[in-house]
């Protein structure tokens, strides 16, 4: 029998007990030489009942030994010579110790099998004796075989079960011809984690020096997002995630440890990558701005292509450091998605998950509801004042009267009418439904998934419907050649996505900007017996909402193919050769029409784009792994070869010539532009890793890339990393309570091309033109039609990140903590830099600037209690980041990069703020705090420009729970952001309009103003109630007034799950089931604005502005896995 | 590794290199477009009573900030892309005629920003490529002034009859050289005249030169652009083409979407006067419906400028007559041989030419009387006795010299139109016509009539110490400080 002598005893000091025994001569018993040298290096040493009895070593060489530097091992080996014992390593810390006498096995055998939770067979999972080395493996379905030493014939055995990601599973087997089969359950020991790292490696979590999390795909496909992304959200300390209120198939902002670059067209977010190979993220068209127009729509990203159910998890690699192998776009991190792959099994493996949940409007904003729809303190009473004053609530005090006449003509009562945001949209509604099949051999193992997503928004007519198709093969075609390959298909198509930013053909508009005692309802159907749009408001650009939804056209439709293969070669023993190709491809088809009659447009508008876009990587690795003695070694050399192309028409037209017929070629004036751009990045790459004894961890790697959008002379750049780990409590001391310990660092620098081609050399376009050819400068932002300066030395940027980091496990592994702090800076950046149309130029491309981001991040997470029936995990996560602005080009101190309708707020660099800053002005005080009047005009002055405030939170967290009572199961997420603002939009017009409650004083008698003028002379003046609409609107001046404190606390998703008794459905051959109750976004816990503070509409740098866009909205629903 | 990088960071539609004509055609139809529609208010032709789009007749603070609107499309359109073609053209002798056209050029466009902003990025402008110049300094009016006036000299005496010229990519002239000198020696005349408040003997100079030289004065020299009825928005009428789809595009009189109608002051002015050009100018719909014009002198009416919501009677009031001002294929009138004789007659008056005024003043009534022929020969021509009948009731009266100059600016006034932006520049110099400010409520003056437009705000953002040396040096970048040429 064998005992395992696990080090739970108190212990006293080796060195206290030396001074037992007299020197020299004595002998001490080797099993208190043992206990010491489990308790010096917190081992476990397992051996053979009695084993050790009667067996002594010198003690003066025990003293020797403990006063030494040696290892563990070589402690051990010099004490077992002497007594005729051999030992073995068996696991990080543990060792076994026995008699090569009583090593011989006779035919005293096990046979079993190793499952899941779900029942299916693990192939490959490992199956030992306690304590010893005597092991084995399982086979394809999950069986095994194990030949059980003589000396435990007739004894019971313990068997341990192990499988990466799982929990040991240890068994007692007393009868071995019982069938015996062996369940394993995920594993909540984070540190025996394997992780996928760069380039698809999977590696142990404890050999990284640097930060990475995974969330498991599960996490993802049961409270779901459309966009995965959105999915992250709180989940991973330092990846900050803004989802977009953009509809149902909108796009998703992840910015991981702070905005990297100053450029406005670097997005900033992390490489997605799935499989290994990089993929597409663009957004057709471009991202939505703050002042465009009616076709200024978030079309959707590429990571919205993704279905959740294909996922097998998501590892977040948040550094330079992490990502140095993905060379140029890796600097913002990277974002690895593994799909799940078929396993040899027997038969085929059927899942399938099914989601609907509906959503509503996550904040209705308070208006003031004292006075109502009119100007200057009356109300409409006519129709021709009802439509000057549809948008205007300057009217009389709300008496319930009923001469008040509305825009569609009829008389109501003077009420105020608080429903117009429900009245106007609807709720939405999505359902996702996931078939997949799975199955194979050691030859061929696949699976194959089949999704269909639809989605109504809000906005009546917004839909959103996503086909994927995804099919993965993986097998051997000989021992020493494997191959992979993916191929998903995916239709993604749209009808009516929201604009946002400028009130042209923006539904949002009416619903928020209606007079307070106007319904919203009364503008139906938006248009008149001819089909033109109806008056409601007196700016035509104002669109009717209803005439957007009823008589707009918007569509798009984007076909999309990510095929990958590769194949392996064992070249020889350690020394593998894999190819892969890539490609990730789609086309594109958008079109929006402006319709006949649209009061801004009255003979209609078209706009369409017509792209196709491929990212296509072919990439070729040689891997060679060699243990020598203790230290482990593995080399990666590589090249990668990158291309991206886009090809884009754009057409835009104005004026159709038949009415209401939407075709281009009815165009009266119809142009199409060609836009083409391409990218190569060339690299060539190695690693090195060296482990020694699993104590030390030590990764070198070095890159070097060419890029084709940088400067001949100056486009090749060579960047380094290095990180290692180690592990402290295997080698040092600990009490107890701690389980162990590990101390990581990493520096690593990346370099990154130019995120634009064409930026070297300057270039001249024809201008479109019915008379006389003509030509001006090309635009240097492709389709942005604006003049830039191109740079004929653009250089690349060098990105450096240096970071380290500390985990622990604590308390038998129920408590852990993850600490990083890091600082990375990026230089040389490359940026659109927009300067003074004086110059004759709008932008020019500069290496300009130096930018910071240092912070840290925490996790700590535990189980609080774990019983039988109960058991609470509970995580937290916390990040802050600081971003600052150090330098940018000299003699510039500030760059702008954004601006609102109306210039009312900008997005800035400015040197010593945070990147992306939102700038504007300050109502003028002097230094009593007296406000500075103009006394010309009567107004306050406004200050000039003035750092506001930060668009994009510094501290965020995550506190996520789950509880589980024998079948049930709760998870509770909260997540926060801090100490940013939001300018809004929507604040500027309400005020203007008269909506907000800060418009009402001087609604009775009119507003006294008091302050000094410039000169500092007292000035005093009555602002009377028909100059009042004047005096609030002036407010757009001052921007101050409008920017809110843009931090919250969200109860972000609350799943509630049963997971259904296997016995009862075992007829049907269901291997599980489990229902849930699903919700996202359900409450604001906290939050300082009068609208969500995650408002937003683009998912570019510009963030940190609300602007009239579709409301935020919280889901809820039922979601349904089985499994067969 | 970086074979082919050259290539694929290659433009495929665009060129390397410029084809200077088809950058100077843009630079005249850029030139010509950028205008301040808002001055058509501010001059009180037209008014809105919607007071965002009201702001040019209202001076709302509040919209104060599109009034920057000409300042930032400038530089990186027509003034840059004239900088290109003479950057292109300079060096070859041949091509000294295209040099003078875009010196030439690029005078008139510098004089229409300056006059309504003052101090602007002259000496320093358009080198952001060739001289990495990103913040260019903000020069005095005065010095630009002079430097363009020199510029006109230089260029009018340049140009040669045997050289080469831009041929029909110049889509004023069609290359002909003594029509480009005329067009100099004019706008001479014009910022010479634009001196005498500030700098009675430079006017004299200037003026006296120009007269010299030889200034326009036959329609078949009038300084025009011409455009096409239909296809891409450059090659229509700007100002016709801005009009129509902002406002009068239903033409039903009615749903104007900006609520634009032509302004009570203009329209009771030419009933006032029995002016002929009313019927051409203007136009009411007959019961609202499309199209249903109506010219008749009786039915025109103007709109109050003091409205913040819509009349009952909006319907009814007088709209820009789609025949003519609202023509997509109209020209636009660049430099007018009535300008010229009205700047003669003063000049006349003054005593810095031997003409007689009141003939000079007469030629420049009955000029302006044929000009609308050009913009549309069904629906603008007046026939000859109409002009001689109108003529003969509008000689310049005897009087003082300031009753002379009022006669004579007023007539400018509705001449000019709808050319506001020299109309604006013409009545801060002449105090002419009489105009009364509007003091609405929420205006940015204390109900002052403006006089000069606002810097953009991204110039403090971008641009910040050559602003603040601006500021510093001409006064608060408000409506109310006035440019050199104003004090």
């Known amino acids: 029998q064998v005992a395992f002598a696990a080090h739970t005893t108190p212990q006293k000091s080796s060195y206290d007990q030396q001074a037992q025994y007299p020197a020299e001569t004595a002998k001490k018993p080797l099993r208190e030489a043992i206990d010491e040298l489990k308790s010096r290096y917190q081992i476990q040493v397992a051996f053979q009942q009695g084993l050790l009895d009667d067996k002594y070593v010198v003690a003066a060489a025990v003293a020797d030994l403990s006063s030494s530097k040696l290892t563990a091992e070589n402690s051990l080996a010099q004490l077992l010579v002497a007594v005729h014992l051999q030992f073995k390593r068996i696991g990080a810390k543990q060792y076994v110790i026995y008699s090569s006498t009583n090593a011989q096995l006779a035919d005293d055998v096990v046979k079993g099998k190793v499952v899941l939770e779900d029942g299916s067979g693990v192939p490959g999972a490992t199956v030992v004796v306690k304590g010893t080395q005597i092991g084995t493996g399982t086979d394809a379905e999950g069986n095994f075989e194990l030949k059980l030493p003589p000396t435990s014939q007739g004894q019971p055995v313990v068997l341990v079960a192990s499988f990466i990601g799982y929990a040991k599973m240890e068994v007692t087997v007393t009868n071995r011809a019982a069938p015996l089969t062996i369940k394993l359950a995920k594993s909540d020991q984070t540190l025996d984690e394997v992780v996928v790292t760069a380039l698809g490696i999977a590696k142990q979590k404890r050999d990284l020096g640097y930060a990475v999390a995974e969330v498991k795909g599960e996490d993802l496909v049961q409270a779901r997002e459309n966009n995965v ?287 307070n005692t106007a319904d919203v309802r009364w503008l139906k159907p938006g248009y008149d017996a001819n089909g033109y749009e109806t008056v409601w408001n007196d700016a035509s650009v104002a669109t009717n909402g209803y005439f957007v939804v009823n008589k707009f056209q918007q569509d798009d439709r984007k076909n999309r193919f990510i095929g990958q293969a590769s194949l392996s070669y064992e070249l020889a023993k350690n020394l593998v050769l894999k190819g892969t190709v890539s490609q990730d491809h789609y086309d594109y088809n958008y079109r929006n029409i402006t319709p006949t009659g649209t ?154 091309g130019a995120p634009e081609p064409y930026a070297v050399n300057l270039t001249y376009s024809n201008v479109p033109s019915s008379g006389r050819p003509l030509q001006n400068v090309s635009s240097n932002v492709p389709g942005s039609g604006l003049a830039g300066i191109t740079n004929a030395n653009l250089g690349p940027v060098l990105s450096t990140t240096a970071e380290g980091g500390l985990e622990a496990q604590l308390l038998d592994n129920r408590l852990s903590l993850d600490l990083t702090y890091y600082n990375r800076l990026t230089d040389n950046d490359i940026v659109n830099t927009t300067i003074s149309p004086t110059s004759g130029y709008n932008s020019v491309y500069l290496n300009a600037g130096k930018v910071r981001n240092r912070g840290i991040e925490a996790l700590v997470s535990g189980t609080p209690i774990r019983t039988a029936n109960f058991s609470w995990n509970t995580s937290y996560n916390l990040a802050y980041n600081d971003n600052k602005v150090l330098q940018l080009v000299e003699g510039i101190n500030s760059i702008n990069l954004a601006s609102t309708v109306g210039n009312w707020a900008y997005i800035n660099n400015t040197v010593g703020q945070s990147a992306f800053e939102i700038v504007g002005t300050r109502i003028q005080k002097d230094e009593n705090g007296n406000t500075v009047f103009d006394a010309a005009s009567g107004y306050p002055v406004a200050t000039a420009l003035q750092p506001l405030g930060k668009s994009v939170a510094p501290l965020t967290m995550g506190f996520s729970n789950d509880f589980r009572y024998k079948r049930l199961s709760l998870n509770v997420l909260l997540d926060g952001k801090f100490g940013n603002k939001v300018f809004s939009i929507s604040e500027v017009y309400e005020t203007r309009l008269g909506l907000l409650k800060s418009t009402l004083p001087g609604r009775e008698n009119g507003l006294q103003l008091t302050g000094v003028t410039r000169s500092g002379d007292p000035y005093s003046r009555l602002v009377p109630v028909s100059g009042l609409r004047n005096y609030y609107d002036n407010y757009k001046n001052y921007s101050e007034l409008f920017l809110h404190d843009g931090g919250f606390i969200k109860l972000r998703q609350v799943i509630l799950a049963y997971n259904l008794p296997a016995f009862q459905i075992s007829s049907f051959k269901l291997q599980s089931a489990t229902i849930a109750f699903v919700a996202r976004n359900l409450l604001i816990l906290m939050k300082h604005t009068n609208f969500d503070p995650e408002q937003s509409f683009s998912n570019s740098n510009y963030q940190g502005l609300e602007s009239i866009g579709l409301p935020r909205t919280r889901s809820y629903g039922l979601n349904l896995s089985v499994k067969f | 590794c970086t074979k082919d990088f050259e290539e694929i960071n290659t433009n495929p539609n665009a060129v390397g290199t410029i084809t200077p004509e088809y950058v100077f055609t843009k630079a005249q139809y850029d030139g010509v477009a950028n205008m301040l529609y808002l001055l058509l208010g501010t001059m009180q032709y037209t ?57 030439i050029w690029r005078v008139y466009c510098y004089s229409r920003l300056t006059d309504v902003y003052g101090d602007v990025p002259y000496f320093q402008a358009n080198q952001g490529y060739t001289d990495a110049q990103y913040t260019p300094a903000y020069d005095p009016q005065k010095d630009i002034y002079a430097d363009m006036l020199k510029e006109l000299d230089e260029a009018a005496t340049s140009l040669d009859p045997a050289k080469p010229t831009f041929g029909a990519a110049d889509l004023l002239y069609n290359g002909n050289t003594a029509q480009w000198k005329k067009f100099a020696y004019s706008l001479m005349l014009r910022l010479g005249m634009r001196l005498t408040k500030v700098d009675i003997a430079a006017a004299q100079t200037w003026a006296t030169k120009a007269l010299a030289g030889g200034v326009i004065t036959e329609d078949a020299d009038i300084a025009k652009v011409n455009y096409l009825a239909s296809g891409q928005i450059i090659n229509q009428n700007p100002l016709a083409y801005n009009l129509l789809i902002n406002d009068y595009i239903a033409a039903n009189g009615s749903t104007n979407q900006e609520g634009g109608k032509y302004q009570k002051v203009f329209i009771d002015y030419l009933k006032q006067t029995r002016d002929p050009r009313l019927g051409i100018i203007s136009v009411v719909y007959t019961g609202g419906t499309p199209n249903q014009t109506d010219t008749a002198f009786a039915k025109q009416q103007g709109m109050p400028a003091n409205l913040s919501a819509k009349p009952a009677n909006f319907a009814q009031l007088s709209e820009p007559n789609p025949k003519t001002v609202l023509l997509l294929n109209s020209p636009r009138l660049v430099f007018t041989a009535a300008e010229s004789y009205f700047l003669q007659t003063e000049a006349a008056l003054r005593g810095w030419s031997g003409g007689a005024a009141p003939t000079l003043y007469s030629n420049g009534v009955r000029a302006a009387l044929r000009q609308w022929a050009i913009i549309s020969p069904t629906d603008g021509a007046l026939s000859a006795q109409r002009i001689t009948g109108y003529v003969n009731n509008n000689q310049l009266v005897a009087g003082s010299f300031d009753d002379k100059m009022k006669q004579i600016y007023t007539q400018f006034w509705v001449s000019i139109f709808p050319d506001a932006q020299e109309a604006f520049a013409s009545y801060r110099r002449t105090g002419d016509p009489t105009l009364t400010p509007n003091n609405y409520p929420g205006n940015a003056t204390g109900g002052q009539f403006p006089r000069r437009f606002l810097y953009p705000v991204s110039e403090q953002n971008l641009n910040t110490a050559a602003y603040n040396a601006a500021i510093a040096r001409q006064g608060p970048n408000t409506l109310l400080t006035r440019v050199y040429w104003d004090k």
Do not use: C
Request: charged fraction near 15%.
């Open chain 2, 47 to 103: 008014t809105s009573f919607n007071d965002v789009a009201g702001f040019g007749s209202k001076y709302i603070a509040s919209q104060v900030n599109s009034s920057s609107a000409a300042f930032s499309t400038a530089y990186p359109n027509a003034l840059n892309e004239i900088n290109l073609v003479i950057n292109a053209v300079r060096d070859d002798p041949a091509k000294v005629n295209m040099l003078a056209a875009a010196r």
């Open chain 1, 229 to 515: 992304a959105n999915a992250l959200t709180g989940k991973v300390a330092g990846v900050n995630v803004a989802g977009l209120s953009t509809g149902p198939g909108g796009s998703s902002r992840v910015i991981i440890r702070g905005n990297g670059s100053l450029s406005g067209s670097a997005n900033n977010q992390p490489l997605y990558v799935l499989n290994g190979m990089p993929m597409d993220n663009s957004v057709p068209g471009q991202a939505p701005t703050a002042n465009g127009g009616g076709t200024n729509v978030d079309r959707g990203d590429g990571i919205a292509s993704i279905n959740p159910d294909d996922i097998e998890s998501i590892t977040v690699l948040k550094g330079g450091t992490a990502a140095a192998l993905y060379g140029s776009r890796g600097g913002n991190g990277v974002i690895l998605i593994t799909t799940k792959k078929g396993r040899a099994q027997k038969g085929i493996g059927v899942e399938f998950n099914s989601t609907s949940t509906i959503e509503s409007i996550s904040v209705i904003p308070e208006f003031q509801y004292e006075y109502g729809q009119g100007d200057g303190g009356v109300k409409p009473t006519t129709l021709a004042a009802a439509q000057s004053t549809g948008r205007r609530s300057w009217g009389a005090r709300l008496d319930g009267s009923t001469d008040y006449v509305g825009v569609d003509g009829q008389t109501h009562p003077y009420v105020a009418q608080k429903d117009n945001l429900k009245h106007f949209y609807q709720l939405g509604r999505t359902f996702t439904n996931t078939l997949a099949l799975s199955g194979g051999n050691e030859g061929i193992a696949y699976r194959f998934s089949l999704s269909n997503l639809d989605s109504e928004g809000l906005l009546p007519g917004s839909t959103y419907n996503r086909k994927t198709g995804n099919l993965n093969l993986s097998g051997k075609l000989s021992p020493r050649l494997s191959y992979e390959a993916l191929a998903q298909y995916n239709i993604e198509t749209a009808n009516k996505r929201p604009s946002a930013g400028d009130a042209l053909a923006n539904p949002n508009w009416s619903p928020y900007m209606i007079a």
């Open chain 1, 599 to 752: 009061l801004y447009a009255l003979t209609g508008q078209y706009a369409g784009i017509k792209s196709d876009v491929s990212e296509t990587n072919a990439l070729a690795t040689l891997t060679y792994t060699k243990q020598i003695k203790e230290v482990g070694l593995s080399f990666l050399a590589g090249a990668n070869k990158r291309r991206s192309s886009l090809n884009e028409l754009d057409q835009a037209g104005t004026g159709f010539t038949i009415p209401f017929f939407y075709s281009y070629n009815n165009l009266a004036t119809g142009t199409t532009l060609a836009l083409a751009q391409r990218q190569d990045v060339n690299s060539i790459f190695g690693s090195a890793d060296f482990n020694y004894k699993s104590l030390f961890f030590l990764t070198v790697t070095g890159r070097n890339d060419w890029y084709s959008t940088l400067s001949p002379s100056n486009n090749s750049k060579f960047y380094p990393s290095i990180n290692g780990s180690f592990i402290v409590s295997d080698v040092v001391y600990m009490p107890r309570a701690v389980n162990l310990v590990k101390l990581r660092g990493a520096y690593a620098q990346v370099g990154q």
